[in-house]
């Protein structure tokens, strides 16, 4: 897909694919056009993408220490001067920290106001930047359209509290995801939860768009908790498809990613 930008009045947004199937981001506040990357999954792309667009990079926010999120740290902050800030608990895994943050700290960038949400599960540091003014969120490896990151570091029961915290944000926010992983989470929800109606109709939707080329992401918060069974593990039909009724939410949830990796 080509890059694509969102005007949203006062905080700008700049979505382009990365590798195989990350995307970047890059925002601007229009009040003063001061910048930021959230993660770098590939130096050449993002400085490709700022001189197209004329913008001079003045953060990295990080979300966590991943090569695909990190990997572009040291190389941007060489040619840029930018400042990298991301997780204070990982400051010794992500490259070139220079501030490092932690559970409802706000960082302005220009005049946004971005909020840090500690996520831990995907990586015990992993951190979700929530822009609350602007109703955005980017949330990295954590939560994916339809589906969520894979427990490398955390427990089934961290990352269930972590996307308590991502699913108790307003409806409308919009969700950034790092991947472009909703097919595939598409397939795997319809198999526990094939009678979801919103699930089975999003499903095709999100067959559409990749049949076009089109990126599924950004989602909205009230669309995950509609259609990903990742935050559904109170569902009848989810806990019956499971083996797993009346069980409680960590139980289910755990069941469903152990699943996922095999899937
Ligand atoms: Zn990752
Ligand atoms: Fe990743």
Known sequence: MPGTSRDTAALEVHQFP???????????????????????????????????????????????????????????????????VGSRADA??????????????????????????????????HIAWIFDADGVAFVGDTLFAMG?????????????????????????????????YTQKNARFALTLEPGNAALVARAAAVDRLRDQGLPTVPTTIGEERATNPFLRPDSAGIQATLGLAGADPVTVFAEMRQRRNTF
């Open 92 to 125: 010794a895994r992500i490259p070139g920290l220079d501030l490092g943050l932690g559970e409802g700290d706000v960082f302005e960038l220009g005049t946004r106001r971005v909020r840090v949400v500690e996520t831990p599960g995907h990586t015990l540091g």
């Open 148 to 180: 969520c990151g894979r427990l490398f570091e955390g427990t089934p029961a961290q990352m269930w509290h972590s996307l308590g915290k991502l699913a108790a944000l307003p409806a409308a926010t919009r969700v950034y995801c790092a991947h472009e």
């Open 18 to 84: 990365c590798l195989e199937d990350n995307y970047g981001y890059l925002l601007r506040d229009a009040a003063t056009g001061i910048t930021a990357a959230i993660d770098t999954p590939d130096a050449t792309a993002i400085r490709r993408e700022l001189e197209r667009l004329g913008w001079r990079l003045d953060f990295i926010l990080n979300t966590h220490h991943h090569g695909d999120h990190a990997g572009g740290n040291l190389e941007l902050k060489e040619r840029t001067g930018c400042r990298i």
